[in-house]
């Protein structure tokens, strides 16, 4: 390992460097989104001084339009980095993400590449409500025909988006508004799509998480160790591909799984962790596999609210003791 | 504008101008000193649009509004305290707390909802007018948006069927001339909100939304061409942000350009109703019954944490 | 149990059918969608001819504005029923299905019903292609605040739509375009949302399968029973609310589980069935519960290709072979 | 029109236009027999819109068109055998059967694709155009869409976003009077699709889509215009649907309100041309290569079904 690629060393940043890199280099890289120009989000901040106003452009609120053309821009030979904002916004495009960028290769039979980036933060940050708290990824995953990332540090932020970027597929780039600002270093250690981090290592238990959820992982894996239980985190930062080897591998050895997501449970990103490992695992499962996430309901606005449906450090770690006592 | 129609209205819309312009002032208060949770966007220099076009309504008809929406809910009749609760995040607020500042409605007082999805309640204001038109209820139903969500497909896909169907609704596209930090001009294309009306065979009006008399004379007549069977209308209400797009943008957005102030829009009534004194005494008046709404709010309960498994199904 | 509440023998017919009697007795009741008047895809047909073309009424090809209308409708004390034709139709609406209607009743803390019905074929029918063949019930269960029903004979498809019109929140009725046609009675005995069908019923292993999948995991029963394999099929026609006493009780008894999904696999209803069971039964599983779906592509054009990609009769009794092997 | 286009043009646009009819009547025939899969959308009566416009594109141009689509591909030069065998699902087809009728595409010849979606292809189209813009290619997009397809959000953002960056776009907008089987005075209010330009301050423009000669001047206007930096227009092509929404409609849809057939514009180009002689040589020349088209598409092996795995991702 030399030095770190990158001078950010917080979440949102991180994600910005990876994209100024990608711009120097490769002119066909641009950036669309809504107020793209300040970076309403972070992902795109300070982009558009360096790069200009036509490069990095602001788009009339109309996210099907917009999406919808990237997707035409990428088959034609750009490679546009879309800010979706807030991911639920995508709701509004949805058709022209699953149904169109997701497909679109497979229909002309390889013809087309659809090399598009769509960002968007997902996860609740603190009374945002129902419409601006959402954790879409199943509906990505299960969309198909798109590639889903959801760092949860800075070097997984910038070594995935740029990733992204350079993948000939279109590619979900999930962050979480409440890490924007988690500090960490960029590691000079590339991380590629398909990949997952884990850490700390343990023998007792895996944590499967994802995003704000693997932060409160390691969190309760910290705590679990004073008391004596080795919990191992495997924070699944890549989710399509999903890494599966490295899933069953945490698996194999512990024989005891938590599942912990910030999307609502029925068919969410903890189901499947849960299913796969349950079908593909089945024989060194000492224990049930475990799912904590966001009962199904809405997000509420009232911090108590939001706070009582979010899995918590205190409740991973309460489930982690149940199965390591089950 | 005749003098009578002044005479009639004009006293309510200063109370009601001056009772938005505290009640948001005492949230950019709130957020200032670290008491508010979530994201507010303020109404602040809008208040002429609300009270305009809600004077011409009736109990019965729905309004739709946005995530910039609380002047549309006081200028309906919404109480100061429910919805002050509820932005606050309180069990006793319109929503029990669920909902927040861009989420507060009262269907009962006919205010339907509040959307966080811009363009996301024009088509759910459609839909109030054609139940009110399918019912028979005599009722129309009034959609706010912004100028930003003009370039939303749900625009142009309501207005086409609105008119198709003859749909007893207005469309009050309020013009603050920007969506976030973008300038209209570089969202629009075209010669304006207004002149997209053409296209569906519907009129398509646009008044100085600054004018509380301008404003209201336009949505009456859109309101009687609604209720008589005439059809939708879309209004634009050209009218000015104050306080940038949400309370502590300055974070980030640095000094962006912002469009020029446009008169404020309490001064040109009180000019216009030209009665010494009552300016100060509604003041007076609103200015307490929003500090004690506040006061109220504040000592109000957090919901109870279990309320948050309720209310997803019937 | 008495006569029959339906003359239909037929599916589609069978949902025309609880419409056109939800018409009869109640006002508020009406349809929507693309040519509903002549009735495409057949849940719609007929009901013109009663009830009038303003009742029954042909919408501009704008979904998210008449789905959006029909929320808002809803909201007004009317019960739209919504044809959308595919059910792929409804990505284009997908934000007023998940975000608007999902969520009114619980962002405005109970004070609004949205009583709406969204009707949309699920599934492939033969060289369809990718964007006319898509089972999406867990974007709509992700989604949340939405009900969910798939029926798979006509009984199911007349009660269940009676019950989703009836329903004071918004529910999403599947039906399967290469059932349209197929037979059986419509039974005097109702079933509600939330209920499952058993049959037949087995000791040995308990298949959980939805539409065409229920019909292809009987037909598969039926050729195991041959083998001396009692297979017990339960057909989760209602994924919303889910009916895990009814499915749980079956994987008591069998010990053995086999989920059949034609939809993509990962975050599928499958891999929810499959998580819920090994979390909920793991001390009565005697094997690793098996799902067979379609694999994360999309469907192709091609008969032969399509085929290759959605689980028959054969892979299903093979994969149950397997199970009861393990 | 000057004679000297007619006479440049008129003979490939009577050959393409033949091939057109006999390759779509190949199509109906076969449905006839039941050896078609799948549903087919036919385009015959409108093949004039697609060799008129067609005919004003460069080879580095890209289309996108919809489900009712061969007739833009077979004018934009795609081969009838691929595609004949991508709509019989056959290994040779220009998606390796994965696509079918709905979804035909070449990209190297200037087809991006089909669309299943109604509107669907618009914005794609406004984003193949902003690459060209981008890269310098030179090129320019068109977007086909139908009447129906102008109802949908997309087209009324992709027009919005196409003028703001003034794109080298075309929108072309092929108005056969129906949308399934919904007049389209049941579906459009207002004025008409042409008439909404207006709203976007760019060219609207209606034309008689039987007439070739008419579609291609406006067309050539219209790409001129993009391909200079003028920005995007809006065409309106009025032209007949002979064959009904989809074959074997008849099973389910009834004898619905057909609106009155437009003259057929092989006819009229024929008369236009007045070469005795020229339209039976090259009716016998294109259904000739029709037939032998079809014939090596029916003769081509199926696809493995191990492929149905493949082109997912790069
Ligand atoms: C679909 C969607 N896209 C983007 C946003 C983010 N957003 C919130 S408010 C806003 C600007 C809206 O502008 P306008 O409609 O003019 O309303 P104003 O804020 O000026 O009242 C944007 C882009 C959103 N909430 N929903
Ligand atoms: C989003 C969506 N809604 C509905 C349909 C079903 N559908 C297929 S073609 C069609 C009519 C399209 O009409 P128009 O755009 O005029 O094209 P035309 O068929 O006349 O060429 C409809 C409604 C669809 N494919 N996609
Ligand atoms: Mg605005
Ligand atoms: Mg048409």
Chains 1, 3 share one sequence.
């Not at chain 1, 809405?298 to 390591?324: H, S």
């Amino acid at each position: 390992m030399n030095g770190s690629p990158s001078g950010a060393n917080r979440l949102a940043p991180a994600i910005a460097d990876a994209i100024a890199q990608e711009m120097r280099s490769d002119p066909r890289v641009l950036v669309w989104g809504e107020d793209v120009t300040i970076g309403v989000m972070g992902p795109t901040r300070g982009l558009a001084a360096e790069f200009g106003e036509s490069r990095v452009r602001d788009c009339p609120i109309s996210e099907a339009g917009f999406v919808g053309a990237a997707v035409g821009a990428a088959i034609g030979g750009l490679r546009p980095v879309v800010d979706i904002m807030f991911s639920s916004f995508a709701y509004v495009a949805f058709d022209q993400l699953v149904n169109q960028a997701g497909r679109m290769r497979y229909m002309t039979g390889g013809q087309l590449s659809v090399p598009l980036v769509v960002i968007g933060s997902a996860g609740a940050a603190g009374a945002n409500a129902a419409q601006h708290s959402e954790v879409p990824p199943a509906l990505f995953l299960n969309g198909g025909g798109l590639r889903v990332a959801f760092p949860s540090t800075p070097h997984q932020a910038f070594w995935l988006t740029r990733a992204a970027i350079r993948s000939d597929d279109p590619v979900i780039v999930l962050h979480h508004p409440a890490l924007a600002a988690a500090r960490g270093p960029v590691g000079a250690e590339p991380l590629e799509l398909g990949q997952a981090e884990v850490g700390p290592e343990g023998d007792d238990v895996t944590i499967l998480a994802v995003g704000l959820m693997a932060h409160r992982a390691r969190s309760a894996a910290g705590k679990l160790a004073a008391e004596g239980i080795a919990a191992e985190v495997v924070d699944v930062c890549s989710l399509s591909p999903m890494p599966w080897e490295t899933i069953l591998a945490s698996v194999r050895k512990t024989g005891r799984v938590v599942v912990v997501d910030e999307a609502r449970l029925t068919c969410s990103v903890a189901s499947e962790l849960a299913a796969g490992v349950a079908e593909w695992a089945f024989g060194d499962l000492r224990a049930p596999v475990r799912r904590l996430a966001v009962p199904d309901v809405p997000i509420p606005f009232a911090p108590g609210l939001e706070a009582a449906v979010i899995p918590d450090e205190d409740a991973i770690a309460r489930v982690v003791r149940e199965t390591v006592g089950a | 504008m005749s003098d009578s129609v002044l005479e009639q209205h004009g006293p309510e819309w200063l109370r009601v101008m001056l009772r938005i312009r505290f009640f948001e002032g005492s949230l950019a208060d709130l957020f200032e000193r670290g008491q508010l949770v979530g994201v507010v966007h303020l109404s602040i220099g809008q208040e002429a649009v609300a009270a305009g076009i809600c004077s011409a309504l009736e109990p019965g008809d729905q309004i739709t509004t946005t995530h910039r929406g609380h002047h549309h809910m006081l200028a309906r009749g919404l109480e100061p305290e429910p919805m002050l609760a509820e932005i606050l995040g309180k069990a006793t607020g319109y929503c029990r707390g669920k909902g927040g500042s861009m989420h507060v409605a009262c269907f009962e007082r006919g205010v339907t909802g509040a959307n966080g999805i811009v363009g996301g309640g024009i088509p759910m204001a459609l839909g109030l007018a054609l139940a009110a038109q399918e019912l028979g209820s005599g009722g129309i139903a009034v959609a706010f948006f912004g100028d930003g969500a003009s370039s939303q497909g749900t625009f142009h896909e309501t207005l086409n069927l609105a008119a198709l169907w003859r749909a007893p609704a207005v469309f009050v596209c309020e013009n603050n001339r920007y969506g976030e930090f973008t300038p209209t001009e570089r969202a629009i294309a075209g010669p304006g909100v207004a002149a997209r009306a053409a296209g569906y065979g519907i009129p398509g009006v646009a008044v100085d939304g600054h004018d509380v008399q301008a404003v209201h004379a336009a949505a009456l007549e859109a309101v009687e061409r609604a209720r008589a069977g005439g059809g939708p209308s879309l209004l634009e209400c050209v009218t000015t942000r104050v306080r940038g797009h949400h309370e502590g943008e300055e974070n980030y957005a640095g000094t962006y350009r912002e469009a020029p102030l446009g008169p404020d829009p309490i001064d040109l009534l009180d000019a216009a109703l030209g009665q010494p004194g009552l300016r100060a005494r509604l003041e007076a008046e609103e200015r307490e019954l929003v500090a004690r709404a506040l006061a109220a709010a504040q000592a109000a309960p957090d919901p109870d944490p279990a309320t948050a498994l309720e209310d997803v199904f019937a």
